[in-house]
């Protein structure tokens, strides 16, 4: 049935759940979708909002005669405003660095390897070398139930299976009702997490080589991949089709991490090859090259401010390196940690004040102003190699994963 506009019911009521979902209410969108009979899917979250803030925009300027009512909308990417921006003459303060402490351990079968937030950081998904994922509620973490032994008052809520070996990366859909995950077993898994008791994936992806990271386009609709293959793939999510990225301008190394801009419009990766190459989100050209960012070492992680101005880069040349992707200059360095680990990936923390990255040999995590580069603070040792970290996206804490086989959530006891 279509509405006056020409839009069926369904995409309509589609788009209203993705938008509950996206800011929180997940039950309610699940309950909204069982009534109406118009299943949930992995499309767009922010859709609905970004339509009616395109169609008022618009609205706007018609009535106050600037356009023409039937101009088109322009179509071109755009740097969000605000946010961390060095090239201020100066920045207030120095940042303070909380004071830590575990508030929630458990254990995998094997070395945990993969960690990451819900966006809106309810949600942890954890992942190891013994192929499981857990999935952990964070209230529950931060509220307790002391004494409690029901199943129901357990942070851990889900524990989920499919793969054949090492999970090496987990992300969350920004609607937060899908899991994936790669692995050594050269495949991605999708995870339905609205099923009340689903435990396997409902939707798969496979390659010729192991993937080592994977990140989901803001949109929801496009997961970026790579791994010991020189080529980053983008899967269409609802079509599972893969298209490859800059044909011609690949890497010549495998890659070790991929991520997107918080606006979409760049993907970032890294290579074992001693590069970073950022490509246009929406054409696949490679726009530019860092080559050698980090001395010709290995470049083991790449990541965005939250306003798309900066990469933050991590190399085993034991540098962690702020670049401004419009020009492709260095503007930042942060050094004093030993980065050594294949896996070694420097996060900012939810405000961007901090610059966060796990030392290699003295086990332990590392923090530096954002603006000056000052190192800070080491904080959270850990007995074994931390083979990953991942900040909250809402607030002053984040989660580790070890050799020990373990994950831990780190949090000051004032947030």
């Known amino acids: 049935m279509e509405s006056a506009t020409g839009v069926s019911r369904e995409e309509i009521i589609r788009l209203v759940l993705c938008q509950l979902s ?87 079968k094997g070395t945990a390897t993969a960690v990451a937030f819900s966006r809106d950081g309810r949600y ?10 857990k999935l952990i509620e964070v ?51 999708m995870f339905d997490l609205s099923a009340a008791y689903g435990k396997y994936s409902f939707q798969s992806f496979k390659d010729n080589y192991a993937y080592r990271s994977i990140a989901f386009h803001p949109s929801g609709e496009y997961l970026a991949a ?41 993907v970032g990766s890294s290579s074992r090859d001693g590069s970073v190459k950022l490509w246009d989100g929406a054409s696949g050209k490679c726009v530019r090259t860092l080559d050698r960012a980090h001395g010709g070492q290995a470049v083991t ?17 034991s540098r962690v390196c702020l670049w401004d992707v419009g020009s492709g200059r260095l503007v930042q360095t942060y050094e004093g940690a030993a980065l050594e680990a294949p896996s070694s990936e420097a996060v900012f923390s939810y405000d961007e004040a901090l610059v966060t990255v796990a030392d290699s040999r003295l086990n332990d995590v590392v923090s530096w102003d954002t603006y000056s580069g000052h190192l800070l603070a080491r904080s959270a040792p850990h007995k074994q190699l931390i083979t990953s970290i991942a900040p909250s996206p809402t607030t002053a804490a984040f989660m580790t994963c070890s050799a020990d086989e373990c994950v831990r959530y780190w949090s000051a006891d004032d947030v």
């Open 226 to 266: 790579g791994g010991d293959g020189c080529e980053v793939r983008v899967y269409n999510v609802n079509t599972a089709k893969a298209y490859l990225l800059g044909a011609g301008a690949q890497h010549s190394a495998g890659i070790t991490r991929v991520s997107y801009a918080g606006s979409g419009a760049l």
């Open 139 to 189: 209230d529950r973490v931060r509220n307790p139930q002391t004494g409690s032994t029901r199943p129901e008052d357990k942070p851990v809520i889900r524990t989920l299976y499919n793969h054949l070996a090492e999970i090496t990366a987990v992300a969350f859909h920004p609607n937060g009702l899908v899991l994936a995950s790669c692995s050594v077993d050269r495949t991605i898994k």
């Open 124 to 133: 942890i998904a954890t992942g190891s070398v013994d192929t499981s994922l």
């Open 301 to 317: 992680a790449v990541s965005f401010s939250l306003n798309s101005k900066y990469a933050l880069t991590t190399g085993l040349d």
């Open 22 to 108: 996206a800011y929180g209410y997940s039950s309610l969108s699940q309950a909204i979708a069982t009534h109406t009979k118009v299943p949930m899917t992995t499309e767009s979250n922010s859709r609905l909002s970004e339509l009616v803030s395109a169609g008022l925009q618009s609205e706007s300027k018609r009535v106050s005669g600037d356009v023409d009512g039937d101009a088109e909308m322009s179509t071109d990417h755009h740097e969000e405003t605000g946010g961390l921006d060095l090239s201020r003459a100066a920045h207030s303060g120095v940042a303070e660095v909380p004071q830590y402490r575990t508030w929630y351990m458990t254990r995998h």
